[in-house]
């Protein structure tokens, strides 16, 4: 099925140790983001990508980098976890029409003991 | 700054009956996107609907229509004839691209 793969579905990290998380999409989106969801607190942003090549910071960069050398991937990464990085992340795409709204991938839960 | 405000972090409504579920927002941009998005217990994030700050018609989709009152700021959800699946995490959104910012969500609670 057409849509947005994330790799892994669950992790459990050691504070200090690093990890990428992957995101896939196959419908030819430009725009592609990574987001992180905290109980209470909705879903906020963490790096976007408005195309092949680039990337930019979003409200909660911090800790976090990415790459999207390929159309289609979108990487996040975290060189040192951190407790404060045990969230659900999620990564969206969607293409340059206004109206359209994000396609989710399923979500990476990450805990960092 | 944008700012969002699902003010019922839960809700229940009674299956078939009509729901309401509010979204207030405060943005200073003229031109801006309103998006609904349902997060079942599964976890995964789907895209419901969407209304353009200059739309005249508010929109609707199947079941779902959205009230928009633009001199409010308000864009609630209305889902009407609701289902045992309709239980759920609903988050407002709003914004373009980068800019788009989300509630905290309202959980719905269908009751049969």
């Known amino acids: 099925n057409a849509g947005v793969t994330q790799t892994p579905k669950f992790r459990v990290l050691k504070t200090g140790q690093s990890m990428t998380l992957l995101c896939a999409q196959d419908?030819?989106?430009?725009?592609m983001y990574w987001y992180r969801q905290d109980p209470g607190m909705g879903l906020r942003l963490i790096h976007y990508?408005?195309?092949?090549?680039?990337?930019a910071k979003g409200e909660v960069p911090d800790g976090y980098n990415v790459s999207r050398l390929k159309k289609q991937n979108f990487l996040l990464g975290l060189e040192s976890a951190a407790p404060s990085q045990t969230s659900v992340y999620f990564c969206?795409?969607?293409?340059?029409?206004?109206?359209?709204?994000?396609?989710f991938g399923s979500g990476t839960r990450l805990t960092v003991v | 700054a944008q700012k969002i405000t699902q003010t019922q972090p839960g809700m229940f409504v009674q299956e078939k009956e009509a729901v309401t579920l509010d979204c207030t927002y405060d943005?200073?941009?003229?031109?801006?996107?309103l998006f609904w998005y349902k997060q079942p217990s599964s976890g995964e994030m789907i895209f419901l609907i969407y209304?353009?700050?200059?739309?005249?018609q508010n929109a609707t989709e199947g079941r779902y229509s959205l009230n928009f009152q633009k001199a409010r700021k308000s864009a609630n959800l209305v889902i009407s004839a609701s289902q045992l699946g309709d239980s759920a995490m609903y988050f407002c959104?709003?914004?373009?691209?980068?800019?788009?910012?989300f509630g905290a969500g309202t959980r719905l609670f269908v009751k049969a």
């Open positions: 969206a795409s969607r293409d340059t029409h206004p109206t359209g709204g994000y396609t």
């Open positions: 419908m030819n989106h430009e725009y």
């Open positions: 990508s408005v195309g092949e090549g680039t990337t």
């Open positions: 943005t200073s941009d003229p031109s801006y996107g």
């Open positions: 959104a709003v914004g373009r691209g980068f800019k788009t910012i």
């Open positions: 209304q353009g700050s200059y739309d005249q």
